[in-house]
């Protein structure tokens, strides 16, 4: 009879604690928002855009323009869930025009109707962030030092969806290469690539 008491005691604490194990998992998951509010990524800690074609010194190059853009950056800003906030983004961008631009028009700058689109996925803590998707409508370029660009330029707009959707995003990148950099590359086979540095920023809010 002892026996059987202990093994029954046994039974029951083993399937106390398996029941408490589940409760303790299915507690320990983290929440998954479609973030509303605003947030506010700083320079970017890595990034780089590849050109195809290539930006030719004053000849203009026929069809689009292909500009291909991955950034890391690091965030903060709120969710709608005071338990989860952002904390840093991996961005990718791609930026199509059919303008017959060349490195004159990018060195000096000025706005550029585009196509540009842009995913984030975001690191966030206490939880996950979904993904957010901005179509920027124009660039427009400045000369510097440093040279950058700006997005949406002027005329244009951006169109937020998935977490933000609905909020204003302006995005501002900052070239690391110096002029006279860019301008052997002109010179040269074409400007096919750009490096960006700090101090660049990407704003989204209500």
């Known amino acids: 009879m002892r026996r059987i008491l202990v093994a029954g005691m046994a039974v029951a ?9 589940a409760a303790t ?13 605003s947030v506010t990524c700083g320079a970017p800690g890595s990034g780089k855009a590849k ?22 950056s690091t965030c903060s800003g709120t969710t709608g869930n005071p338990l989860v906030t952002p904390t840093s983004a991996k961005i990718s961008g ?7 631009t060349t490195c004159v028009d990018l060195l000096v700058g000025g706005e550029t109707p585009t196509s540009t689109t842009v995913d984030i996925k975001w690191k966030a803590s206490g939880g996950k962030i979904n993904p957010t998707h ?9 000369s510097g030092p440093p040279s950058g660009f700006v997005l949406p330029g002027p005329t244009g ?3 937020v969806t998935g977490s933000y959707a609905g909020d204003t995003a302006v995005s ?11 301008q052997a590359a002109c010179l040269g086979k074409g ?13 989204i809010h209500p």
């Not at 604490?13 to 194990?21: D, E, F, Q, S």
């Not at 501002?172 to 860019?182: E, F, G, H, N």
């Not at 400007?191 to 704003?203: A, Q, T």
């Open 134 to 142: 901005i179509v920027f409508t124009s660039i427009n370029g400045f």
């Open 191 to 203: 400007l096919k690539k750009l490096n960006f540095s700090s101090g660049g920023s990407l704003v």
């Open 51 to 72: 050109i195809s074609p290539p930006y030719l010194a004053t000849t203009p190059q026929p069809g689009t323009r292909t500009v291909s853009s991955k950034f890391k």
């Open 25 to 37: 998992a299915a507690g320990a998951s983290k929440p998954v928002v479609t973030a509303v509010g």
């Open 157 to 159: 707009v951006a169109t």
């Open 13 to 21: 604490l083993g399937a106390g604690g398996l029941v408490a194990g």
């Open 94 to 100: 791609v930026s199509m025009s059919s303008a017959a």
């Open 172 to 182: 501002t990148v900052l070239v690391a290469d110096a002029q006279a950099t860019l």
